[in-house]
Nanobody
Framework: QVQLVESGGGSVQASGSLTLSCAAS????????MGWFRQAPGKEREGVAA???????SYADSVKGRFTISQDNAKNTLYLQMSDLKPEDAAVYYC???????????????????????WGKGTLVTISS
């Protein structure tokens, strides 16, 4: 059974940095596309970043240049390095994966619509100004 467990959330000051992790198990990690989406109260779900099986990445315009998605296949772990955080980045962040083979760009769209097969319980990021 696929399990995704996020960690690393917390409270950080605006312009600060934070790195989220997602431990994955229960499937052939290296052949799947993975990504992060976020959900803030009163806001629509937003696909933040995605990475496909060959390491190609895609980002939402709102985080481009500030966030970096990466994966460690040996550890079956997905990361999201976040820097220059802004108050509007505050949200619950979820990692997700899908059994379909897709590009990172395609996955970013699927993340925004909630169409990924699996996702974790999320980790909360709060930003203080």
């Amino acid at each position: 059974q696929v399990q995704l467990v996020e960690s690393g959330g917390g409270s950080v000051q605006a312009s600060g940095s934070l790195t989220l992790s997602c431990a994955a198990s229960g499937y052939t990690y290296s052949t799947h596309c993975m990504g992060w989406f976020r959900q803030a109260p009163g806001k629509e779900r937003e696909g933040v970043a995605a990475i496909d099986y060959d390491g190609t990445t895609s980002y939402a315009d709102s985080v481009k240049g500030r966030f970096t998605i990466s994966q460690d296949n040996a550890k079956n772990t997905l990361y999201l390095q976040m820097s220059d955080l802004k108050p509007e980045d505050a949200a619950v962040y979820y990692c997700a994966t899908d059994q379909r083979i897709m590009t990172a760009f395609q996955a970013l769209g699927v993340l925004s619509t909630g169409g990924m097969d699996y996702w974790g319980k999320g980790t909360l990021v709060t930003i203080s100004s």
